[in-house]
T-cell receptor
Framework: NAGVTQTPKFRILKIGQSMTLQCTQD?????MYWYRQDPGMGLKLIYY???????DKGEVPNGYNVSRSTTEDFPLRLELAAPSQTSVYFC????????????FGPGTRLTVL | RKEVEQDPGPFNVPEGATVAFNCTYS??????FFWYRQDCRKEPKLLMS???SGNEDGRFTAQLNRASQYISLLIRDSKLSDSATYLC???????????FGQGTRLTINP
């Protein structure tokens, strides 16, 4: 039981490049989330999903896209990377959304130069 | 006003001391409250949920004050391993979303 896994762990992008951050969970959770965390700050919600085929915007969705074709996978796509997207990205999953524990992946550290 | 506000610290306390953090939230309709712990360069992990009646887990005690809209975390007999950032977390819009405070950084000194 691996929990929530994320790849890659680190990535450096040039301005204007695109990439996909992968997230997979093996706990059969319906709820999945993408957050970003800037230095010294709390987590901000980018996108979330309440089940396969259903996604919705969080607080800071601009510049990102998501899809949820299966219960297990919730990839985050960055199009036209900008320096403002330099951050640590965490994926999380939960059985009952905001009512119980969210399990986090180890994070992806992204730098855009 | 931020939805969830915490004193960022840092708090530096000697080993064995008792330390307390407060967190205020703005949405009176919030129903789920948590404390998460985040070690340096790691992912957040649930420390404890916060219940209306208050709850205790070993050296850790969490309290909820709905009237004043704040949550507290008390750590007794602090250990070096308690050094971390503590995130106050509250639900927004029912069952779907959580809001994270910016965290309170705690360092326990030998």
């Amino acid at each position: 039981n691996a929990g929530v896994t994320q790849t890659p762990k680190f990535r450096i992008l040039k301005i204007g490049q695109s990439m996909t951050l992968q997230c997979t969970q093996d706990m059969n959770h319906n709820y999945m989330y993408w957050y970003r965390q800037d230095p010294g700050m709390g987590l901000k919600l980018i996108y979330y999903s309440v089940g396969a085929g259903i996604t919705d915007k969080g607080e800071v969705p601009n510049g990102y896209n998501v899809s949820r074709s299966t219960t297990e996978d919730f990839p985050l796509r960055l199009e036209l990377a900008a320096p403002s997207q330099t951050s640590v990205y965490f994926c999380a999953s939960s059985a009952q959304g905001a009512y119980n524990e969210q399990f986090f992946g180890p994070g992806t550290r992204l730098t855009v130069l | 006003r931020k939805e969830v506000e915490q004193d960022p610290g840092p708090f530096n306390v000697p080993e064995g001391a008792t330390v307390a953090f407060n967190c205020t939230y703005s949405n009176s309709a919030s129903q789920s409250f948590f404390w998460y712990r985040q070690d340096c360069r790691k992912e957040p992990k649930l420390l404890m949920s916060v219940y209306s009646s208050g709850n205790e887990d070993g050296r850790f005690t969490a309290q909820l004050n709905r009237a004043s809209q704040y949550i507290s975390l008390l750590i007794r007999d602090s250990k070096l391993s308690d050094s971390a950032t503590y995130l106050c977390v509250v639900n927004r819009e029912g069952a779907q979303k959580l809001v994270f405070g910016q965290g309170t950084r705690l360092t326990i000194n030998p």
